[in-house]
C-alpha cells in the first residue's frame, strides 16, 4: 500500500494521476474538436441562429397577437421567404452589382416585407430591418446608406398612417434601425471571417512555396559545389588508377571526404538555414582549384564580413568556382574582396577559362549536357538583391570572365594580427579536405591578411612544399 501511495504521489502513476491524464486528454480532445470548426462556418452558423431566433420571435408576435390560422401560416411562410433571401444576401462572395440577380432578390425580399402590412398589421414591422441591410450589402457606397435610411423610414411612416401615436412610431423606427444594423454587421463579420480565412491560408501555401524555394535554392548552392568537385577529383583519380595507385587512393579519400561534408550540409539545410564562412570558403576553394592544376591566386584587401554577408558572398564563390569547373577549361583565377568607398563589399572571381574543352588523357568520362533552366544565377541574384546588393557576369575587355557580387555592409574592426604573423583568428582553415584528400591533413591552404612578410594587400594561398 504505502509502495502504491508512493508511487502515486511521487512518480504520478495512481489512479488519481490517471484520471487527471484522462481528463486532460478530454480536454485536449474537446479543443480540438472545436479547433476543427473553421470559423467561416463558425460565422455563418452564428448568422443562421440570429436569422431562426428572428422568425421564432415573428411567429410568437403573430400568435400573441392573436392571428388567426391562415394569418399565422402565411406570416411563418413569408418571414421564411424573407430569412432565406436575407441568408443569401449575406453569404461571403462580394458585395454590390458584382452579385448577380442581386435587384430580383432584392425586389422579391421589398414584396415580402411590405405587402403581408396589410393582413398582418403591426406584428410584422420588424420585417424592414431585414430589407434596411440588404441595401447596405448589396447596393454601392455611397448610394447604400441613403436607400437604407429611407427604407428604415418607410415603417415608421406607416405606423404612423395607421396610428397616431408618437411612442409607436418611434419604437417602430428604432426597431427598424437597429435591426438592420445588427444583420448587417453580423453579415460583414462573416465576410470578414471568410476573407481572413481566405487570406491566412494563402499565407500558409506562400510559405510553403517560399520554404520549397528556399530548400531547392540551397540544395542547389550547397551541393553543386560538391558534386563539382567529386566529379573533378574522380577524373583525377580515374587518370592516376593505373600508374600512380597513392594519388589515386588520395583522391578517393578526399572524394569520401567532400560527399560525407554534402551529406552534413544536406542535413543542415533540412533543419534550417546554414551560416556559410567567406574565409573557409576562400580556403576551400583555392585548394579545389590548386586540386585541379589551376593556379589560383586571393586578394583580401578588406575585413572578412560576418552573419548574412559573409554566407552570400561564399555562396556566390560557391557558384562561380562550380561554373569555372563545368563549364572551361581555367588555368588561372584571381579572387579579390575589397571594400569601395561607399562602404561596400565587392568580391570579384576573374577567370581566363571562357569555353568548354575536353580533358585530354588515357581515360575519359563522358559529360552530360547542361539543363538550360539552371537556377544558380537566379538564385544569387535573389540572395543580394533580397540585402541591396547586386550580381554582375561577363567577359572583360582582355577576354577574360569576371563574376562581381557587390553587397553593403557594415565592416567589422581589422583582426588583430598575431605576433608571429600568422593567421588571425577570424579566419579559420577550411573544414573541406585538402588536395591530398586527408581529413585534417596540414595540406590545406591558409589565408592570411597583410602579413608582415608578404605584400601589403595580398591574401596568398600556398600549399606546403610548394612554390609559386
Known sequence: MDDATG?????????????EGHDN????????RYADVSPPRFALLILCAVLAGFLVQVSVNLYSAGANRTQLITGILCFTGICSIQLLHSLPGGSGPRRRGFAATLGMQALLTFLPIAMLGDTWGAAGGFLAASTLLLIPYPLNWPVFLLVAAANPVIAGLRHNS??????SATSTLITGLMIYGISRMTWLVSELHRARTQLAAMAVSEERLRFARDLHDLLGYSLSAITLKSEVAIRHIRHRHEQAKEELTSILAISRQALADVRHVARSYRDLSLGTELETCVAMLESAAIEAVAHVAAPLPEGQTSTILATVLREAVTNMLRHSKVQHCVIRLTRNADARIRLSIVN?????EDHEGEFTVPVP????????LANLEARLAAVGGTLSAGLRPDGRFEVVAEVPAVVPPP???PADGGAPADCPPAQAPGPDGRAGAPAA???WLKAASRQPGRCESRRPGSAR
Open 415 to 417: 583582426p588583430e594580427q
Open 369 to 376: 549536357q547542361a539543363r538550360s533552366d539552371s537556377s544558380g
Open 25 to 32: 486528454d478530454d480536454n485536449d480532445d474537446r479543443a480540438q
Open 166 to 171: 408618437a411612442p409607436f412610431v418611434v419604437y
Open 7 to 19: 508511487a502515486s504521489a511521487g512518480g504520478g502513476y495512481g489512479p488519481a494521476a490517471q484520471a
Open 445 to 447: 591552404p591558409r589565408l
Open 352 to 356: 581566363d577559362g571562357t569555353g568548354m
